[in-house]
């Protein structure tokens, strides 16, 4: 399964199993995941909360979830069908996602892959790219990165879709290391 339909699942399930302001227990939500009906594979658990807690949707204390204002914002993307949130990715969520990427801890992620970028001044504007051989190195971000369309598989490289470039600048060029 892609990585922001099991996002959207986690933060559906946290919703449901939350009371209060204490958010939900940790081991029932990932219960809940795992036992929820779907089509396909699943990635690891702990790999979907890592990709929650660095783009800011998700908070960890004390073994409980609690889904942060980013993550309130994403569930109100998914359509509402007879009272029941859809949990299909959709082209709102990439986008809102994409935009958060320069403001979270996602953008330290982006300026690792960016050491790995090459650059084709051929274009214009210039194409961002890498080879597919190295797409191993970065794995699980890079799928991610090509599920929201902010990679685009071109021939036997990945680009930075040119959407996406000005993101991308300002992820790598106004990185400071906290």
Do not use: W
């Amino acid at each position: 399964m892609g990585y922001l339909f099991q996002i959207n699942k986690m933060l559906i399930e946290i919703k449901k199993n939350t009371s209060g302001d204490t958010g939900a227990n940790r081991i029932l939500v990932e219960d809940c995941v795992e036992r929820t009906p779907h089509i396909g594979e699943d990635n690891p658990f702990d790999i979907i909360l890592f990709f929650c807690k660095e783009l800011n949707i998700i908070q960890e204390q004390d073994s409980r979830l609690i889904i942060t204002s980013v993550g309130h914002e994403i569930i109100n993307f998914m359509p509402l069908v007879n009272d029941s949130r859809q949990i299909d990715p959709n082209d709102e969520q990439k986008e809102f996602l994409i935009d958060l990427f320069p403001k979270t801890e996602f953008k330290k992620k982006l300026k690792q892959i960016s050491d790995s970028v090459k650059k084709d001044y051929t274009k214009k504007p210039t194409v961002f790219y890498f080879n597919k051989n190295q797409f191993h190195s970065y794995g699980d971000e890079l799928v991610f990165l090509l599920e929201l369309e902010f990679l685009i598989e071109k021939n036997s490289r990945y680009e930075i879709s040119k959407k996406y470039n000005s993101i991308f600048m300002s992820c790598i060029t106004n990185f400071s290391k906290e």
